[in-house]
């Protein structure tokens, strides 16, 4: 088969799946499984494909595998789709493909299959626990299968169909369109829980959220759209065409066309990445189940978001040139970016649920790749993007399996403690080894602990550029980001794993089933080697050994191939000394931390720690911005004035009118004029009647007599007056 | 030969008879009766003008007969009324016979 025909059908079969599942197979949860995972296997397999194959062509970036299709006829033209596979789409193919396939693995395991069904399960709700009874007669409670959950691997399958489209469509148009799946999956997914509250307000939150970066996208396609006349990435991209949209003007703000659309774009990706302001929506998405927090972290969702401003990068960077000045649209995405990397990092430190904590740290990681993107360092974050799919979505189904785990435990001891509350962990390490390793492999990872992790290689990579190119205030501030992020993460691993169990449940937590640790496995394997082929050349030591093509590979993908930087030994030592540094911290600070203690944070901070659990008080100042406000206009205004007061008040007065209107017709001419004659001429002749009616007596005699009497009458007026002469 | 008058004088005084029979009298059948001399009455006038103006001609008997015929029948129907009535209600007085008053 050709590259490019295994191109159009790497999407397809997670689509097929969803469909098989939700019209026929849904009833079978084994089969329902078997086909989204073998659709998942068979995109995979195709990535793979078609990943090797985009390796052995050279200058790939020049010469990527196309193939379009008419598919809109306009007038006297076509709008095309197709599918495009450059160097940037062949690595991003490469992680999205393992980490949903992992994910997918992964899932089974979670849901629980295999089990017996719950005593008081109920669709909608986590599952509670089913009660067995074993060969002795005793009986004990395990884990239950969750009722719907064939549901939940075709909401995966249509999930994973989005990021697959959205990664190899060659336009803007299909690209949002796999963009809009991936939202309404997400917000299906994190209201898979629907019977909570909490999962259907945090649903509602994520989908409204996006909402709002993606009205904003859809505008910047369509001004680029009315500017250019195409989407197509690679007409879009050639030097004539950026450097028109550069020049032109677009009359608001004295901003380019380019940069006004690149700004357009960009708030599509602050929603979707969930960048400081439209953050908030991510550590809510957590009351999703977790393999769906790792479909959004890493795999899919939020990587679209960077993907998408790594693919418009010409866009966004039209007018630029090395050493000259940022423009609009990049210098938006370095300050947004690395404010977004500190300010979620500081919220991470202190936050205690094992899944927000990651989330967080999501937010801030994806801080960094706008950062990266945004001084233009382009093939940074790309590599960021790459390995940080890996220990995230590693992280993420750690952390899963931790909760499961401590469910199991919370099931045996029948203790009431919340699964996820790190404070209610500790020791973890000896009762879940597999699991403790491969997290402390991605924590290590994401804290970029130096030389093995593949963390370590790209926010290098990231804080050199920044460092090279003269960016010091971004290079402070994710530097600091990267101290904080080192900090968290061991204490995460600290309170997680390490120490005594603080809890009954935490004694009693078990290692989870093969279907949850060979995710793991599989993930903490790329967690280290996915950053190895980005090596420096020039790094001593080791570099070179192992053969760095990412930066040449993925580099090729821009026209003008960007020039790694200079090696210097400030970054370097900078990104060692702070994950070391935080590392360390986190471990003295949490090494010992005993149940029922508080945060020695707590202390240390002091109000800070206030302001930093309650996330900076965001949520409360949207609420008084955006959410009061919304009720109030759809309450009082819409509908108590206007609705009420205005409409309904025209209506009503019309319907006053009528009615007085009808009432005068009604009492002054209906009902005395024609009431009144048709009244007369019925009570006259009832009157008559009445009158009258005593002749008739019904006796025969004297009808006689009256006839005899009429007759002579008759006959004597007849004699006497008409016959008169 | 008795002149036409007072045949006409015997007649008027037969129909008044019957006449005043059906008008006052309460007994159905006697009501009947008057009817009965009021025809006859009418029917000694067809004879008399028929014998004293057209004796050529036979239809002044003619019409009597066909006043017999008529006269016998209505006794039929009005008798079997009578009788009818009698079963329903126990009485004949034409007084009491007055169903269909308002």
Known sequence: ?725 | MIPLSYYLVFAAALFSIGLYGVLARKNAVAILMGIELMLNAVNVNLLAFWRYRAPDGIAGQAFAVMVFAVAAAEVAVGLALVISVYRRRNTVAADEIDLLKW
Not at chain 1, 294 to 307: E, F, L, N, P
Request: with cysteine; hydrophobic share 50%; glycine share 10%.
């Open chain 1, 1 to 725: 088969m050709t590259t490019e025909s295994i191109i159009w059908l790497i999407p397809l079969p997670p689509v097929l799946a969803f469909f098989l599942i939700v019209l026929f197979t849904n009833k079978s949860k084994w089969l329902s499984h078997t086909i989204a995972l073998g659709a998942a296997s068979l995109s995979w397999l195709g990535s793979m494909v078609v990943f090797v194959r985009a390796l052995q062509v050279e200058h790939l970036g020049e010469h990527p595998f196309t193939s379009a299709i008419n598919w809109l006829p306009l007038a006297g033209d076509w709008f095309e789709i197709g599918v495009l596979v450059d160097p940037l789409t062949a690595v991003t193919l490469f992680f999205v493909a393992w980490t949903i396939l992992m994910i997918f693995l992964y899932s089974i395991g979670y849901h629980n299959f295999g089990q017996p069904t719950g005593d008081h399960d109920h669709p909608g709700l986590p599952p509670h626990a089913a009660t067995v009874a074993d060969e002795h007669g005793h009986t004990h409670k395990v884990p239950s299968i969750e009722p719907l959950y064939s549901r939940f691997f075709a909401f995966i399958g249509l999930f994973a169909f989005g990021m697959y489209l959205l990664v190899v469509s060659d336009n803007l148009l299909t690209l949002f369109v796999g963009w809009e799946i991936m939202g309404l999956c997400s917000y299906l997914l994190i209201g898979f829980w629907f019977a909570k509250p909490s999962a259907r307000a945090a649903m509602i939150k994520a989908f409204m959220t996006t909402r709002v970066g993606d009205v904003f996208m859809l505008l910047g396609i369509v001004y680029l759209y009315s500017q250019t006349g195409t989407l197509t990435f690679r007409e879009i991209f050639n030097e004539e065409t950026l450097q028109q949209l550069a020049t032109t003007s677009s009359g608001l703000l004295g901003l380019s066309a380019a940069g006004l659309m690149g700004i357009l774009l960009f708030m599509g990706t602050v929603g979707k990445s969930a960048q400081w302001p439209l953050h908030v929506w991510l550590p809510d998405a957590m009351e999703g189940p977790t393999p769906v927090s790792a479909m959004i972290h890493a795999a899919t969702m939020v990587s679209a978001g960077i993907y998408m401003i790594l693919r418009m990068f010409p866009l966004l960077s039209a007018g630029w040139q090395e050493g000259t000045a940022l423009t609009p649209a990049l210098g938006i995405m370095a300050f947004i970016g690395a404010f977004t990397a500190l300010f979620a990092a500081t919220i991470a430190v202190a936050n205690n649920d094992i899944k927000r904590v990651l989330a967080y740290s999501t937010i801030s990681q994806l801080g960094y790749m706008v950062a990266a993107l945004g001084i233009g360092a382009y093939v940074a974050a790309a590599f960021h993007l790459v390995t940080h799919a890996f220990f995230k979505g590693l992280l993420f189904l750690g952390s899963g399996s931790v909760i499961h785990g401590m469910e199991h435990g919370v099931l045996h001891t029948g203790d009431h403690v919340d699964p996820q509350d790190m404070f209610n962990m500790g020791g973890l390490r000896k009762k879940m080894p597999i699991t403790f390793w491969t997290f402390l492999i991605g924590g290590f990872a994401l804290s970029g602990f130096p030389l093995f992790s593949a963390g370590f290689w790209s926010k290098d990579e990231i804080l050199a550029d920044a460092f090279g190119h003269g960016q010091f205030v971004v290079f402070i501030v994710l530097a600091l980001a990267a101290l904080l992020t080192a900090f968290y993460t061991m204490r995460q691993i600290a309170l997680t794993f390490l120490g005594e169990p603080r809890s009954e449940a935490a004694n009693h937590a078990q290692e989870t089933k093969w279907t949850m640790t060979v995710p793991l496995v599989v993930l903490a394997f790329f967690a280290v080697t996915a950053g190895w082929v980005g090596i420096p050349a020039h790094f001593p030591g080791i570099g070179g050994l192992v053969p760095s093509w990412f930066h040449d590979f993925v580099g090729s993908t821009l026209l003008e191939h960007p020039e790694a930087v200079e090696f210097n030994f400030i970054p370097l030592l900078t990104s060692v000394v702070v994950a070391l540094g935080g590392l360390y911290l986190g471990w003295v600070v949490y090494k010992d931390a005993r149940a029922g203690e508080a945060d020695p944070l707590v202390n240390t901070l002091g109000g800070l720690y206030t302001v930093l659990r309650n996330k900076y008080y965001f949520d409360e100042l949207y609420d008084f911005l955006f959410v009061r406000p919304a009720y109030w206009i759809s309450e009082t205004f819409t509908y108590k004035w206007m609705d009420r007061g205005v409409i309904d008040g025209l209506l009503h007065m019309i319907a006053r009118v009528m009615f007085s209107l009808g009432s005068i017709f009604r009492n002054w001419i209906d009902k005395p004029l024609v009431n009144g004659f048709a009244d007369l001429v019925g009570e006259t002749v009832k009157r008559l009647g009445r009158t009258f009616r005593f002749v008739q007596t019904g006796r025969v005699q004297q009808y006689m007599v009256m006839a005899l009497v009429i007759a002579f009458g008759t006959l004597f007026y007849y004699l006497f007056f008409l016959l008169q002469p």
